[in-house]
């Protein structure tokens, strides 16, 4: 099995706290990683400004820099649940 490669991340927006920015739940016996609530409460902010407004250059970037993690934490988790899920296929 060939793990694809991480996906590059470009920036961190300077409003990601550098303490509890991702949390860990566990799924079915398998670690998953999402963005804190309180990342997640920028990131609707910051949505919901942008669909009444028009964001400032740098909330834009501050946003398109979430969605890159938000897609990195995605692929990590795709990868862990496929590891979890051939693994189990390996012990029936």
Known sequence: M????LPTL???PTTLPLEGAVTIELQEGTP????????????ETLLLQQQN????PEEEEELDSYEEIDDYLSFLNR???NFAHNQNKQLI
Do not use: C, E, W, Y
Not at 2 to 5: F, G, M, N, R, S
Not at 53 to 56: E, H, I, R
């Open 2 to 5: 060939t793990i694809p490669l």
């Open 10 to 12: 470009h920036n961190l």
């Open 32 to 43: 998953i990683f999402r963005a804190s609530s309180n990342v997640q409460n920028r990131i």
């Open 53 to 56: 407004s028009q964001l400032t």
């Open 79 to 81: 990868i862990v649940r």
